[in-house]
C-alpha cells in the first residue's frame, strides 16, 4: 500500500505563496505519476498540477504561471508551491500518487486564501 501524507496547508492572505508537501510512504512503483488535485466547497476535484517520474509536468489553466510542483523521487515526495495566490484557490488540497498498482489519495489539507 502507499499512503500519501499532505502537509503545508494553512491561511493565507491574497497574493502570498503558500508550499505543499507530500511525502508517501509504502512502495512505489518506479513509473508513476504524482499530482494535486483540489476541491473546493460545492464544487468537483479538479486537477490542479501533475508530474511523471521523468520530471515532466503540466498544470490546470487556472493555475499556470503561479504554480509550479516538483518531486523528490529518493523520498517519494512531491511538491506544489503555490504564488499570487487568490481566493478562489481556497480548498482542500489532496496528493494523489498513480502507479502500475492503483490510484493512492491523501487525506487532504486545507488551503485558505483571505482576500
Known amino acids: 500500500q502507499v499512503h500519501p501524507v499532505e502537509s503545508g496547508g494553512g491561511l493565507v492572505q491574497a497574493g502570498g505563496t503558500l508550499r505543499l508537501s507530500c511525502a508517501a510512504s509504502?512502495?512505489?512503483?518506479?513509473?508513476?505519476?504524482m499530482a494535486w488535485y483540489r476541491q473546493a466547497p460545492g464544487k468537483q476535484r479538479e486537477l490542479v498540477a501533475a508530474?511523471?517520474?521523468?520530471?515532466?509536468?503540466n498544470y490546470a489553466d487556472s493555475v499556470k504561471g503561479r504554480g509550479a510542483i516538483s518531486r523528490d523521487n529518493a523520498k517519494n515526495a512531491v511538491y506544489l508551491q503555490m504564488n499570487s495566490l487568490k481566493p478562489e484557490d481556497t480548498a482542500v488540497y489532496y496528493c494523489?500518487?498513480?502507479?502500475?498498482?492503483?490510484?493512492?489519495w491523501g487525506q487532504g489539507t486545507q488551503v485558505t486564501v483571505s482576500s
Open positions: 494523489c500518487i498513480t502507479t502500475t498498482r492503483g490510484v493512492y
Open positions: 508530474i511523471t517520474n521523468g520530471g515532466i509536468a
Open positions: 509504502g512502495n512505489i512503483a518506479s513509473s508513476n505519476v
